[in-house]
């Protein structure tokens, strides 16, 4: 009896503009270059200048904008609600051309992750986008999958980069393709952003656990002293494997690895020593493994036709692309994209046909095992033990969007 599978479609990633606020550090004040030897008589360069002004205990934008010789009120006017709340220690800075009887652009920085700018438009101000101040919550949440992964992440808050994120965390174990079950859960620690106004979004995962079917996986994001951040398992492992589940972050296997099938096209059994990825055309297709490309051209029935070279005698090919991203000779890293999906040489409706071979021999991709990269070094497996220790109750006890008891870090409200 077959398991029901989940398909996360293509408008997952069509939807991947919508992630939330974006906490950015405003635009540097372009400075023009002064003219220098001018022959002819150029036009007078305009000049800038900025006053600033920190805010004190009890100050109000009205009088403090008006101390500064700025319009108060057609910069209140554009400002709706913006200025209301400004705080010690919160600098205003006004940016004005000279010559000119208003400042072109106020800047409200409350610190360096949350800039209000209001903007003259020749008429009047408008605000900028406005990154809020949040406050950083940790909390457990579970997330059952029931129709998709995109109904379920979404209703607890997810955008659709967040969703990616999540099925990154586990695509060395899960192909989410084909191989997430219907009632698949997952449980997360993970940070809750709420801004001052109330609005919540949410930030980093933390933890996770993902329950799918008979199968647990288990992965503790980790921060090395190097600085770069990583997966790992209960044990301290890397999660990280040398290669992906997948050549395609969202497709489904139309056609599995067999040793004889009927050929549509040539009538007759053959055998299938690759698997077929179906997934439109275009859809970008990625190395598995960092590699070596050995050949990247017309291939007869394979069309256009990719094939790296990896460690260890593994080869991996990719055929029917669309268009070829490398040429032969290229080293690859794994995650790259190499080409696209197409329908090119003996096929019939666009799909990756995926092979991989070991020592020569042609192997089933979607059961062959991968190499685990290596470990934390001793004095870092300390910290990861203890920081594990800490949040792994908090996972196991995770209930649809329960809130941990308030362990708010790097608050930038506190003021
Ligand atoms: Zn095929």
Redesign the pocket.
Known sequence: MSTPRIVVTLAVLALGGLAGVVFAAPAPLEQPAAATRAAAPAPPTPRYRTTSHEVAAGDNAGPLLRSMDAPAAELLAGAGSALNNIFPGDQVHLDWRDGDERPFRLRLVHDAATTTELVWTGVKYTARKIPVPYRVQEQAAAITVTSSLWSAATAVGFSAGQIIELAKIFEYDVDFNTELVQGARFRLVLDRLTADDGAERVGDIRAAILDNGKKQYVAIRHRTPDGTVGWYGKDGTSRRKSFLRSPIEFSRVS?GFSTGRYHPILHRMRA?R???LAAPTGTPIRAVANGVVTKAGWAGGHGNHVELRHDNGTVTGY?HLSSIAVKRGAHVSQGQTIGKVGSTGQSTGP?L?YEYLVNGVHKDPMKAIVPVLKPLDESDRVDFLAARDRVLPLLEAATELAVTEGVAENSTAER
Request: glycine share 12%; charged share 10%.
């Open positions: 056609s299938h690759g698997v077929d055929s799909h046909h």
